[in-house]
């Protein structure tokens, strides 16, 4: 018969390697996989974002033993994690900051691969897997904000399911498939925690290796936008690159470190953190005949819920106006060529009349879907001659510096009372966000480009 | 690897030079779409266990509700399918705010299908004037809209205010008929349900002429 693999290990390592790839996974992924050099601060994130799974896998699994997925009892066994089980505060507070703090990691992830191009050729599907892992991350945060069926619960899983009635033609029948009930309630609970502690962890767990294998297959990028593979040494190794483990494993725990005594001090100082990881009104037991005065959406979805809020009738006109503006300019100025130079501008043509055709309520949810969805076509958008923000014109960065800025405002708005001012401040803010973007083949090739260097930019510390 | 050997003598091997042989592709092919029907199949009694239950649809039932205690601008709100169902009994005067606002709100006459049953399809959007009976849902988003019935200019509320309700989420306003006023996020006047008077001071929520209990 055909006889054991050989491998060069000995002993019950050696045994392990003849049935399993133990050695070549670890020197694949860890002890050979050679990363830039040059790597930064802005590097911790993505290392910090697996920590934060880990724990919220960990103390979810611990919540579940305690928690009861029931309309009746549900908010009531919220608060007995919290004040009879022995240490039930500690690991429920790690988990509701967990969930805010996964969101601050992944936020600051993705500005770093907005800063430094590493959605760009080849990494595109690296950068596709990181947007459909957030979008999992927006799923889970929403499902799970629901279990302690407090009165924010509620009422944000009413708002977010009615979204899908907003659908034309199957909108309404489609929400109460989703709630499986004509109001939020005991099923729709039930639904959202096996959506919470079982489907979306799935997906997301398998999302985030296929994250890592497609960006072990390509190689990481770096703050110089530089390809590392390019040059090697005569043993076949990049010479700006050092092998993942030692070198970045240790990098990594600095990173750790940090971050553990910031997310420490959240869980024992301010686990509600003034009402934005914890919103006041979720200390009280969800009521269907009662709204609170006012709601928002925790922090995290605040920039896009904005986007949902501005867009009311008058600003359907705006954005009717733009596609048309957008479509007159393709077909004169543009660069699609054959029978795209016509196709592409009769849809939005089309898309600006059924701008003013279709309710704004449901415009109102394409912006806050398409703000996300966006993302994902990223790769292809920008078109600069440079990956790296660095090496990109100065007025590149202001405009990042405004998309920045233009964010967080769009969050705070989020998180307001509606008011006239506040409306129009986010229907500019919606317009800048989107603009950013759906402008980006053209912006992103202005400008003087510096010369992008042969070798990365390393001191040694 | 290194103790394999090739065997040469296998002559029921398969040349792999061969083109594929044309009435096996045709059975790969059945045998997928078939096996694919089955599969597409098994999603469906999943797809339906999210409909809503036996039980769900059994606690639609009609609320009786006796009207005659509601004094001239009190409110009550009772249970009907989960939702709250507001009972208003308006004042002349704010019968009379009614007219002013005829020209602020996007569909004065109720004129979008689905909302509406025919007998409320007047100024007041009730079968008799002063007694108001809604869905205290926002057509928008499914929030319950607070009511605030001092007229005047207050928070989040514009000076020409009659009196009406405010959805604290995304702030679309109604008037005391339940109308949504212009370039506000709902789409739609506030929903008047199926009812019907049993006497002057009883109706029934849930049951008129086309929808029987």
């Known amino acids: 018969m055909a006889g054991e693999k050989t491998v060069e290990t000995t002993g019950l390592l050696g045994w392990l390697d003849r049935r399993f790839p133990v050695t070549s996974t670890w020197k694949a992924h860890l002890s050979e996989y050679y990363a830039p050099k040059n790597f930064n601060f802005w590097y911790f994130f993505g290392s910090l974002a697996l920590l934060v799974l880990v724990i919220q896998i960990v103390t979810g699994i611990f919540l579940v033993m305690h928690y009861k997925p029931d309309a009746e009892r549900a908010f009531q066994s919220v608060e007995y994690i919290m004040r009879e089980v022995p240490w039930g505060w500690l690991v429920r507070y790690m988990h509701s900051t967990g969930a805010s703090m996964f969101f601050v990691v992944v936020y600051l992830h993705m500005l770093r691969g907005l800063f430094y191009g590493s959605y760009r050729k080849p990494r595109e599907l690296v950068w596709i897997f990181g947007v459909a892992i957030f979008l999992c991350l927006m799923g889970e945060a929403f499902f799970g904000y629901l279990l302690p069926w407090g009165q924010m619960s509620y009422w944000g899983a009413q708002v977010i399911v009615n979204l899908f009635s907003a659908i034309p033609f199957i909108g309404p029948e489609l929400s109460i498939w989703i709630r499986g009930d004509y109001v939020v309630s005991d099923a729709t609970l039930n639904r959202f925690f096996s959506f919470h502690v079982i489907a979306i962890p799935l997906v997301l767990i398998g999302l985030v290796a296929a994250h890592l294998v497609a960006l072990h297959e390509v190689g990481s990028n770096n703050p110089d936008g530089i390809e590392i593979k390019g040059k090697k040494d005569r043993y076949g190794r990049p010479v700006d690159g050092i092998p993942f483990h030692p070198y970045y494993t240790v990098h990594d725990i600095m990173g750790v470190a940090g971050f553990l005594i910031v997310f420490a001090a959240i869980v024992f100082f301010a686990p509600e953190m003034g009402g934005y990881f914890l919103e006041y009104n979720n200390f009280i037991p969800a009521d269907q005949f009662k709204t609170p005065p006012h709601i928002a959406p925790v922090w995290y979805f605040t920039p896009f819920y904005s986007m949902l809020r501005a867009t009311t009738d008058d600003f359907t006109w705006v954005l009717a106006g733009a596609a048309v503006v957008a479509a007159v300019a393709l077909f004169f100025k543009g660069r699609l060529s054959g029978i795209w130079r016509l196709v592409v501008p009769v849809i939005l043509l089309l898309v600006a009349v059924l701008l003013r055709a279709v309710d704004a309520k449901f415009w109102g949810v394409v912006a806050m879907g398409g703000a996300v969805v966006i993302l994902f076509f990223l790769p292809w958008l920008d078109h600069s001659p440079v990956k790296s923000i660095r090496y990109r014109p100065g007025w590149h960065k202001w405009l990042y510096g405004i998309f920045i800025v233009n964010f967080l405002v769009l969050g705070y708005l989020g998180t307001q009372p509606p008011s006239d001012a506040f409306n129009l401040m986010a229907q500019i803010g919606t317009l800048i966000y989107l603009g950013f973007f759906l402008l980006m083949p053209v912006w992103s090739r202005l400008g003087t480009f510096k010369p992008v260097p042969e070798r990365v930019v390393f001191h040694a510390h | ?213």
């Open chain 2, 1 to 213: 690897m290194s103790q394999d050997t090739i065997v040469l003598d296998d002559d029921g091997a398969v040349d792999p030079n061969l083109p594929p042989d044309p009435s096996r592709r045709f059975w790969v092919g059945t045998a997928c779409a078939v096996g694919g029907v089955a599969g597409v199949a098994t999603a469906v009694p999943f797809v339906s266990t999210f409909a809503p239950s036996a039980k769900a649809r059994a606690a639609g039932a009609p609320v009786e509700v006796d009207v005659g205690d509601i004094a001239p601008g009190q409110m009550r709100t009772v249970e009907w399918r989960g939702k709250p169902v507001w009972i208003l009994r308006r004042t002349p005067e704010q019968l009379e705010g009614l007219k002013a606002n005829d020209a602020l709100v996007a569909d004065p006459n109720s004129d979008r299908p689905g909302f509406t049953p025919e007998y409320a399809k007047n100024e007041y959007r009730s079968r008799k004037p002063e007694l108001f009976v809604c869905v205290g849902i926002c057509t928008h988003l499914g929030c319950s809209p607070t009511a605030h019935f001092e007229p005047g200019a207050q928070a989040g509320l514009p000076a020409s205010w009659e009196g009406g309700f405010l959805c604290p989420c995304h702030g679309s306003t109604f008037d005391l008929a339940g109308r949504v006023f212009k370039n506000k996020p709902a789409p739609d006047n506030l929903e008047v349900p199926p009812y019907q008077y049993l006497s002057d001071t009883r109706i029934i929520v849930g049951v008129d002429e086309d929808n029987k209990a």
